[in-house]
C-alpha cells in the first residue's frame, strides 16, 4: 500500500536574475512501513522534495510549479491551511538538520518540545504535558529528562540537541517521518547513535520514513527503497540493494564510486 504518491513535482525558485527549476517532474511513491531514501550531492533538489511535502517550500521563497502530493489519497496541494496544520506534525512530521538554527537560543527545551505537543493538544493539562515530553526524552535516549528539560540549546550537546529534535517530531505518534540530512555536523560515531535511533523509532513505532542524505554508505545501510537525484530530477530509483549491485545510470555509478 502507497501511503504517498508524488505525481510530476516541479518546484522553482525566483533569484534576483533568472527562475531556477530545482525540482523537475519528480515522481515516486513510499510504502507503508518502508524507508526510502533520497539520495544526491548538495544542490541536486533532495531536501526541496522534503520541503514541498511538508509545504515549507515559500519560507525560501520557492514556489511549487505544478504536480500533485498525495497522502493517503488527499492531494496535500489542495487542502486548505488547517487541513494541513493538522496534518504537519500530528500525521506528518519532520526532523531538520541544523538543531543549532532550529532550536530558540533562549527558550528552555522543555518548552519547545512541549510547545509541539501543546499546538495539536490545547486542552492537555500542564501534568500530561509534563509526562508527555518525559516520554518523548526517554523514547531518544535523553534519561536525565530534568536535566535535559531545564536546559537551554546551548547546553546541550550536538547529538543531544539533535535527538530533541527527534523527541519534538514524534511528540504527536505521527505515521510518516521525514530526515533531512540528521546528521550534519555530528561526528562519526555520533551519527551512528543518530541514524540506529531514527531506525529503531522506525521499527518500534511503525514509522514509514523518508530520509534525504547525500551518503551512499548511510543510504545502502538504512532504506529498503532508493531515488537518486541529479540536477533536480530522480536519474534513478528502485530497491536499494539492487541499485547498488546494478547501477542504471551513470551518476548513481559514480556516487557509489566515490
Not at 515549507?56 to 504536480?67: E, F
Amino acid at each position: 500500500m502507497n501511503i504517498l504518491e508524488i505525481k510530476n513535482l516541479s518546484v522553482e525558485y525566483k533569484t534576483s536574475s533568472s527562475i531556477v527549476g530545482a525540482v523537475k517532474n519528480v515522481s515516486f511513491n513510499v510504502k507503508k512501513g518502508e524507508t526510502f531514501v533520497i539520495v544526491g550531492r548538495s544542490g541536486s533538489g533532495k531536501s526541496t522534495v522534503a520541503s514541498a511535502i511538508m509545504d515549507l517550500t515559500g519560507i525560501d521563497g520557492g514556489k511549487i510549479k505544478s504536480g500533485s502530493i498525495f497522502y493517503r489519497g488527499k492531494d496535500l496541494l489542495k487542502m486548505t491551511f488547517d487541513e494541513k496544520r493538522v496534518l504537519k506534525g500530528s500525521k506528518i512530521s519532520m526532523i531538520f538538520q541544523d538543531p543549532q538554527s532550529y532550536l530558540n537560543p533562549v527558550i528552555k527545551v522543555g518548552k519547545q518540545i512541549a510547545e509541539s505537543f501543546t499546538i495539536h493538544n490545547s486542552q492537555a493539562s500542564n501534568d500530561e504535558i509534563r509526562k508527555r515530553v518525559d516520554e518523548a526524552l526517554k523514547k531518544v535516549k535523553l534519561d536525565d529528562t530534568e536535566r535535559i528539560f531545564n536546559s537551554y540549546p546551548h547546553q546541550l550537546s550536538g547529538g543531544q540537541k539533535q535527538r530533541v529534535l527527534i523527541a519534538m517530531a514524534i511528540m504527536n505518534n505521527p505515521e510518516f517521518l521525514i530526515a533531512d540530512e540528521p546528521t550534519t555536523g555530528l561526528d562519526a560515531s555520533i551519527q551512528k547513535q543518530i541514524l540506529d535511533l531514527i531506525n529503531e523509532l522506525k521499527n518500534t513505532l511503525g514509522l514509514t520514513l523518508i530520509m534525504i542524505t547525500h551518503n551512499m554508505r548511510i543510504a545502502r545501510r538504512y532504506s529498503d527503497t532508493m531515488a537518486v537525484m541529479h540536477n533536480g530530477e530522480i536519474v534513478e530509483i528502485g530497491n536499494t540493494e539492487e541499485i547498488f549491485k546494478n547501477p542504471k545510470h551513470e551518476y548513481t555509478k559514480l556516487l557509489i564510486n566515490v
